[in-house]
Nanobody, 117 residues
């Protein structure tokens, strides 16, 4: 019954920035932990950022210092991506997750981020 829809991706040059959005529909609580994953062709989906119900955050080493996850309310989650690199190119997905980082909902379509000169 809960659906998460990603948006905000696009083509950007190395060093540029993008802001991804995740909109939740249906029954969704601020008590949920939320994360952003990405998947590049031929690679497994990896968790790059998470924000917990208490506001604490965590990041993969590959994006630490460049990406910032935030939420304005229970149904709107964002990923600010700065200093983008070609290796950031991937489809980005949002999802709710357990404290151990396991996604809980079905995956949506994601949003494509392409970093290229």
């Amino acid at each position: 019954q809960v659906e998460l829809v990603e948006s905000g991706g696009g083509l950007v040059q190395p060093g540029g920035s993008l802001r991804l959005s995740c909109a939740a529909s249906g029954s969704f609580s601020s008590s949920n932990n939320v994360g952003w994953w990405r998947q590049a062709p031929g690679k497994e989906r990896e968790l790059v950022a998470r924000i917990n119900a208490d506001g604490t955050t965590g990041y993969a080493d590959s994006v630490k210092g460049r990406f910032t996850i935030s939420r304005t309310n229970a149904k709107n989650i964002y990923l600010q991506m700065n200093s983008l690199k070609p290796e950031d190119t991937a489809v980005y997905y949002c999802n709710t997750l357990t404290r151990l980082g396991t996604p809980l909902l079905s995956w949506g379509q994601g949003t494509q981020v392409t970093v290229s000169s």
